[in-house]
Nanobody
Framework: QVQLVESGGGLVQPGGSLRLSCAAS????????LGWYRQAPGKEREWIAH???????NYADSVKGRFTISRDNAKNTMYLQMNSLKPEDTAVYYC??????????WGKGTLVTVSS
């Protein structure tokens, strides 16, 4: 089992920044890919970024150039630095860990609200 706990959400003005954290515990050696997803009100959950064990990253077009995903293996923690935030970035952000056999683990989410 793997436990994922997100933190760092909150209210921010348009153009502002936030950094989300995802702390992992348990059988983290089984995790191949760590990623971030989000779900806006009334919409389906969408993938926004992931990071491979090699450090290779990928981003959805909607966040490319504004968000940066990173991981600190010594702390078993993944981060999402979010800059130039827009109202349409308002959502619950979820941390995801995918095992080598494609089983997914999810955190409970952290709410990000971008509003003036």
């Amino acid at each position: 089992q793997v436990q994922l706990v997100e933190s760092g959400g909150g209210l921010v003005q348009p153009g502002g920044s936030l950094r989300l954290s995802c702390a992992a515990s348990g059988s983290i050696f089984s995790i191949k890919v760590l990623g971030w997803y989000r779900q806006a009100p009334g919409k389906e959950r969408e993938w926004i970024a992931h990071i491979m064990p090699s450090g290779i990253t990928n981003y959805a077009d909607s966040v490319k150039g504004r968000f940066t995903i990173s991981r600190d293996n010594a702390k078993n923690t993944m981060y999402l630095q979010m800059n130039s935030l827009k109202p349409e970035d308002t959502a619950v952000y979820y941390c995801n860990g995918r095992r080598y056999d494609s089983m997914d683990y999810w955190g409970k989410g952290t709410l990000v609200t971008v509003s003036s």
